[in-house]
């Protein structure tokens, strides 16, 4: 895969290029500061499998175990295709959180096909950003 395309994929928090192209595994570990980052349950025209969903099911819950231990927290689930493939931001306060929720969720994530692990802030989706610039 070209610079150009990887580029543009990270600037504008594209998921499902990454995902489609490979790109991801093999990533450099993102920077300390690192406070939030996002994981996609994609699908190949039969939906999201059961396994990429279970996936979702257990950072979400990671997540909330954190926020009953006081930790701060916020996730944002997003469906994002027609087949339910759906994105799930999570945002830490603190960036030694969110360096200890990522370690856990790249091992939930491990070996998990169509599901994507983005380090990095959460873009917005498009028509969420549409509608806040609309008067």
């Known amino acids: 895969m070209s610079a150009r395309p990887r580029a543009w994929c990270l600037g504008f928090g594209c998921g499902l290029a990454l995902a489609a192209s490979g790109v991801g595994a093999q990533e450099k570990a993102p920077a300390p500061d690192v406070t939030s980052f996002a994981v996609f349950a994609l699908s190949r025209g039969k939906g999201v499998p059961p396994e990429a969903r279970d996936v979702l099911r257990k950072v979400a819950e990671m997540a909330e175990a954190d926020e009953r231990r006081g930790v701060r927290v916020v996730t ?3 469906r994002i295709g027609l087949e339910g493939e759906t994105r799930l931001c999570v945002e830490y306060q603190s960036a030694a959180d969110a360096r200890r929720g990522l ?5 939930i994530v491990k ?7 983005v380090p990095g802030p959460c873009a917005e989706p498009a028509k969420a950003r549409e509608k806040e610039k609309k008067p």
Do not use: S
């Open 103 to 107: 370690e856990q969720v790249e091992k």
């Open 76 to 78: 944002r689930r997003t």
């Open 111 to 117: 070996d998990v096909d169509l599901v994507n692990l």
